[in-house]
Every structure is written in C-alpha cells, then in structure tokens.
T-cell receptor
C-alpha cells in the first residue's frame, strides 16, 4: 500500500525548532518530487516547500524562506522539514505530499498530517 | 489573501450540479500552468480530485469534472450527494513566486 506517515510535531516555544519527518512506503520514494503543505487551525491549505527527487533542488514559500529547510534521505525513504526560529503563525497541521509522475505538480498521495503548535 | 481566488462557499441540493471557480493571473493560470483540485473532508487529509485541468485519478467518480480557460478554472460536481460536503481547493504553480499556490478553499454545503 502506498503510504506517507508524518511525525515529529508537538508544542514548542517561539524561537524554538522542530524537525518533521515523512516516512514513505509502498513506492519507489527516490523517483518522486515531494512537498510540504500546512494548514493553520480553521484555515486553508498553504504550500510550504518542494524538493526534487534526488534532493538537489528545493524551493520555499516566502513566509518560511531562511527559517525552514527541506531535505530527504532516499536510503531511508524519508522526507524532512527542519523548522527553526518558529513563530506563532507557524502553528498548523503539516502534510507531506507526493507529486504524481506525469501529474504536472499535483499531489496524488498525502500523509495524515502532524500538528505543530508554537506557543509560550 | 490567496494568489488563487475561490468563493468561500457554495451550496446545492442533492442531485443538483454546482461549480466552484478558481481565478488566477498571468503568472499562474494565465501563463499556462495546470490547475489541480483537491477535496478535504472534515478532519481528514486532502485528496486529489482533478489533475492537469481536467483529468481524474482512478477511483474518482465521473461526477467530478474540471476545466480551465485563460486565467480561470472551474470544478463541476454533478448529481450532488451528501458525501460531497467538504472543502475544495485549487492549486497551481506561480512563476512570480517560484512555487506552488493554493486557492483559499470553498466550503460546499449539500442542502
């Protein structure tokens, strides 16, 4: 079964750090581009970051540029999001998503999400 | 303010047809980038409904259809069912922002 499972969320103080993980199974992880998307409580989906299949090219939303780093370990079938200098406005459920091959950027598989809360 | 603009809410009776619009600009939809649509049921992760303007992944009923013209796109849902009550989001790529963008989302209520 094709699956993405996020972990690593939790409660952190403003200015702190969190590292999110997204474990992939059921498909050849190293062949797929991956994204992180977040959703603040009661709000809509917001794109965060994208990484190509070999990890050599990453892009970020302006709101997280310089604070968040996306990476992957294809040997461990895992995508990461290192979040530093966290702010209250980073509070959200974070989803990882897989770009379907031939799907022109559409995310055909999503994880269940992991919640990050930034509060003192 | 989202780069892609969607109506906050739409509604329809069971069996009816509704459409959800997604309005962009010359740096995203108007530049030829594809639009994708997602359905998010309450308390769950988003699910891909339409990719590349008008294509359905396997398993998505043909009641769902998409179209795109210029700087606008639409999702149509025919034969509304109670289980279609959800939030719907459009997504594309924006060359000015050099990244993906989502619409603000539309809440569909089945009356």
């Amino acid at each position: 079964e094709v699956q993405l499972v996020e972990s690593g969320g939790g409660l952190v103080q403003p200015g702190g750090s969190l590292r999110l993980s997204c474990a992939a199974s059921g498909f050849t992880f190293s062949s797929y581009w991956m994204h992180w998307v977040r959703q603040a409580p009661g709000k809509g989906l917001v794109w965060v970051s994208r990484l190509n299949s070999d990890g050599s090219s990453a892009t970020y939303a302006d709101s997280v540029k310089g604070r968040f780093t996306i990476s992957r370990d294809n040997a461990k079938n895992t995508l990461y999001l290192q979040m530093n200098s966290l702010r209250a406005e980073d509070t959200a459920v974070y989803y990882c998503g897989r770009v379907g091959i031939g799907y022109k950027g559409a995310l055909d598989v999503w994880g269940q999400g992991t919640s990050a809360t930034v509060s003192s | 303010q989202s780069v892609l603009t969607q109506p906050p809410s739409v509604s329809g009776a069971p069996g009816q047809r509704v459409t959800i619009s997604c309005s962009g600009s010359n740096s995203n939809l108007g530049a030829g980038y594809d639009v994708h649509w997602y359905q998010q049921l309450p308390g769950t992760a988003p699910k891909l409904l339409i990719y590349s303007n008008n294509n359905r992944p396997s398993g998505v009923p043909d009641r769902f259809s998409g179209s795109k013209s210029g700087t606008s796109a639409s999702l149509a849902i025919a034969g509304l069912q109670a289980e279609d009550e959800a939030d719907y989001y459009c997504q594309s790529y924006d060359s000015r922002l050099s990244g993906s963008v989502f619409g603000g989302g539309t809440k569909l209520t089945v009356l």
